[in-house]
């Protein structure tokens, strides 16, 4: 395989980005009819990171959180979840954590209101970024949202140039919200630069389009995509295609797909964080690309029939389980 | 009375400002710890809007809301509750309604997380200000919250000079809250610069104590604060103090108490707003001041029995009765 | 006469506003095509501060400058000038002093580029301004630019209300400037709110026409700018018409017209400060308005003479000569 | 040599980033005392660009000017130059063209005072890009000034990402200059993302230092520095020490040294503007790195000589008049 991690670093993988608050309406239908909610930890990087320690991957997380009742939430959740959470910053400006608010018009039909105005995982600056920290791990993941603004812009290039020279493997997700960016421009702009200094790209296809809106305007074209990445020293590039499953290319020019496990599905939200995590779960443990596609539409599968994205991550038991039973089931 | 109305107007009271979320914890306690909410509509003058529909008060909206599910709920839920919302605009810029999430640590601890930037209700402006409405009305009630950015303030003081020159009664509520302004000096500056232009000022202690920290900075003195609002040429001075009830200064030299009403509390939010609005009901309705501060410490009591600001405000009947049950088991 | 002030007080104008940098072009014609300039200090309440201290009047001055060579200079200019500088902060933020590039296209077309943005005089905030200073003045002259941008806007309000509660007279000059405000809407809202404050307004019909942009719209009528701000208890109204001369109108129903004199034009620039200020000195000095009007009037022609505002003012001397030889050649 | 041009393109060299206004003074001494001022074009790549035409090389702009006389006067005067201006846009958002203002305290203590608040040149946004026009030069050169705000900021890494993919050279000038960035870790940033991306960077020592403030931290070290960009393929990297000459460091390992010519200095700005460009003129017309460097250093001497910047820059003729009367006066 195409891209190797370095085994002798005691730990594994450290996320970085949002780690925000969920609030999903508890009733199925639109949202201005609503009436009860459930709370959450959620922002992508969070949700990955948990379901990466769910796998039994040794899980860092660099981030900033508000100094408040839910700053203090997140940082206790995340804990409980068995994540080293000692880089987690508290912003004292003000700030607030981002907030998503979730319809679940109905199980196939999910929507977010996003509160990103002034939140506390933007003012994480470089002046935060520990390189030491960062050299601990195999690998880093990266969340695109961080992007959007500064200082927290910054910070990811300055983590990305740590990781690099300290050869820790990079993994982006460029994790597109809508309403987050001040301009299509900029999204595409920061999107790619961060991308060709990643060693594994995973992104839906709507992403990538966002990706490439001034290079290659209009051509949503996978293997475009897949060539341009490679040819910037991306290893392995991975295109989701939602409930069609992933596509994953690497720089050796082979090809893997992924397929979907059949779900009862609550919700779609949380499916692609639990794919990305227990994904480079596999990879990190040595898995075939194969088997580790297999483990990662197993969680995403088990994810989308619970409420939330964080708290429905299955465990590495679980997935199994749910592997075992479906394939005793298929092959019966 | 120092304070009189134009009974001629077809309407009563058109409230202006934020009509926002509500999101309040079902759980008492920690809100780090809290799981389910429930959503309410909510906003100081919003909350004020209900208490007078409710108590049969014709009323009116001056506001803005977001172009999203949350939007469009706020509008509903007013026109049920009987309020025109006939001038309430919607945002297309993208912004968001106010969120407020409350936390009920206790009956009588409650915080809240307040989040307000880049709000649709700030983004109201001068062009949308229709005099020939507000002239309908007797009295106009103005949120201080909306005079804490621009284009809104602009907006508030343009809504003063209409109501001025049209004899509609001005009635000012700096509805303080926690991180919405930029500085001190400037809630102090434009708070006091609106006090002098309305004919009424309803507010708690520490909102004048905010008012004044510039000019009377540390004196906290009721008479102090009267005496520079009635120079003002402000013609009746209400100083809320919480569960120890409230203090009515008129231009005449007056002086009324208003004693609360026991209650069951179940969170403190939302008592002011049910007060005011119930004795702005009192005022138009020509009782007596007196009169009209019992039935607004009934209302208040009422409130705070219930889970929410908005949705527990009760109807002149609840109120009528509540004061016909309290005063029946006095006398006994 | 309507407008009195208290003589017993030691000095007599404090000057709030912008003081900055004035580059005019030496070569008459565009100004693509100018090659040198001349650096002067400039700013109408600047201008006007330095007119009055010509005429011998005892000039305080309320501002914020940069801390580089153009805030010392400006400092530097004013002491030279005989002003009190004790109270010219100087900004520690790294903001520019406001640089106005003058083109002066023919004597009678002239034109300026305005560099406001950032500017330090708009840094000046109510932590900076002191009540004692301004209780030793006769009067308070404040520049409406300074309303255009926080803090510096609170810090006028503030600024007028302790000039009210001193006996100390506040003379209002809208000083409007194309590229200074965010809205049409502010500007209004911003100069009726502190015009209604002032004892005497000083503006031309243009800067009425803004300041009534939202309740008089389309009006540009003298007489209904008058009765509305002498209802608001301003005491002394003065119309510029330019070169057809100025108009005063005081609470007492009295108007007095003010005759220009002929004049050798090189710029029409800084003619309104240095009437301004020549019509303070007359006021202040004990003259009745028509003997002000003529001071005024004949200061004005000085300067439009003259390459600069601020160094083209004549001195009491200079003004009293101006109008001897100007009454005997008409007398002849 | 390391650094090939496509010979087959038409074009040779397009200037990216601000042209801008200097206004010199005239008189040497404090910037305080300085009474007349001259007004020239000025901006790093204007100056080079100016350099370039002068030398005779095709050159073309990529910018954005005010809306006003002095952004006219900027175009009309490249024009005149020679250089082609079609794709200099006009902002029309209000912005004005940046001022610097030239302080010459001595012919060897030069400051300035720069105005970049809000300026055209930094409106200049990706739908303004054109690829098929970059397509048909040899070379971009992009001011690293861009860098420091957004839209220009995206602008400029589109520009380079077209460049690249239609093979024309990228030469990277950093152009620090106080008070233009956000922050010390932005500058850092964005100076070493767009230097990996450049072919050639030319920079004075202090600017390397701040492009390593993150990531080499107060080393100072040319060797560091050389090593960094060559791993990053940069092909030629060019230290600039001011009066003590510059160095060249080429992907061969080979080293350059440029030294100066001895001069007669009037200021010192611009003298970097008119080596960068000239030296340009060495690499696309076929010189030696050698006698590109005597050329570069014959028109920065003579530029130095001179009162401006872009205007004092010699022609092809002169600098090739200055070598052989410099080197017969040596010879002798």
Same mark, same amino acid.
């Given at each position: 395989?195409?891209? %190797?991690?370095? *085994? ?38 969070? #949700? ?5 320690? #769910? ?13 408040? %009742? ?5 940082? %206790? ?39 990103? *105005? ?98 290659? %305007? ?9 060539? #341009? ?104």
């Amino acid at each position: 395989m195409s891209l %190797q991690f370095d *085994q002798a670093k005691p730990m594994d993988v450290v996320a970085m980005g949002r780690a925000t608050i969920d609030i999903y309406a508890n009733e199925t239908g639109p949202l201005e009819e609503a009436v009860t909610f459930t709370k959450y930890v959620g922002g992508s990087p969070a #949700n990955t990171a948990v379901a990466m320690s #769910n796998m039994g991957l040794k899980v860092g997380y660099i981030g900033k959180v508000s100094d408040d %009742q839910f700053g203090r939430y997140i940082r %206790q959740y995340l804990e409980k979840k068995g994540i080293d959470t000692s880089h987690i910053a508290i912003d004292k400006s003000g700030a607030r954590s981002g907030i998503t608010i979730g319809e679940i018009k109905s199980p196939t039909e999910c929507n977010c209101l996003v509160y990103r *105005q002034n939140v506390a995982d933007l003012n994480i600056s470089c002046s935060e970024i520990d390189e030491e920290y960062i050299s601990k791990f195999k690998a880093v993941l990266i969340s695109g949202t961080s992007l959007s603004y500064s200082p927290a812009r910054e910070a990811v290039f300055l983590v990305m140039e740590f990781a690099r020279r300290n050869g820790v493997r990079i993994v982006f997700d460029p994790d597109y919200r809508e309403g987050t960016w001040n301009s299509d421009a900029e999204a595409a702009i920061y999107y790619m630069l961060a991308a060709e200094k990643a060693d594994m790209v995973v992104a839906t296809r709507d992403e990538y389009d966002k990706m490439e809106s001034l290079l290659m %305007q209009g051509k949503s074209d996978d293997k475009l995509t897949v060539k #341009n990445l490679l040819s910037r020293n991306v290893k392995l590039v991975s295109i989701k295609h939602g409930k069609m499953g992933s596509t994953i290319y690497t720089a050796d020019g082979k090809v893997y797909a992924g397929k979907p496990y059949p779900a009862k599905v609550v919700k779609t939200f949380g499916a692609g964080d639990a794919y990305a995590g227990t994904f480079m779960f596999g990879l990190i443990s040595g898995k075939t690309i194969d088997e580790s596609l297999k483990y990662a539409s197993a969680a995403s599968a088990i994810t989308i029939g619970g409420h939330s994205c964080s708290d429905s991550t299955p465990t590495k038991c679980e997935v199994e389980a749910f592997i075992t039973a479906y394939d005793r089931v298929k092959n019966d």
